[in-house]
C-alpha cells in the first residue's frame, strides 16, 4: 500500500492525495460522507440463478466449467460454493456422457 504523507491518504475517485478526514475530494468531487466504510463485496446469488448455473453446467459441461471458474475466483464463500457445485456437475455430466457414449458405442459394435 502506497502511504502518502501523513494525515493524507489517496482519493479512491481520482487517486490523487487528499486530506485524511476530507469529506469530499477536491479534485474530483468524491463524497466520503456518502461512503465511509468500504462497500461489503456481497453478490448475492439468487437461489433462482443457481439452479440455472446447475441445469447449464450438466447439460453444458463446458459453459459449466466456465461459470465455475469465474465463481469460484470471487472472494466471497457463496459464489466459491456455487462455483465449485458447477465445476463437480459439469465434471460428473463429462463422466455419465462418456459412460454412454463408450456404452452406445460398443453396443454398436456388437450389433455389427
Ligand atoms: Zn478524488
Redesign the pocket.
Known sequence: MASGTQGQRN?V??G?A?AFDANV?P??G?DYRVQMAPAQYQPQISEGMKIVFYILSFLIPLIGIIIGVIYYTKPDAESKNVGKMCIILALLAIVIGAVCWAAVWSTAWWAL
Open positions: 482519493c475517485g481520482c490523487r487528499i475530494c479534485y474530483c468524491h
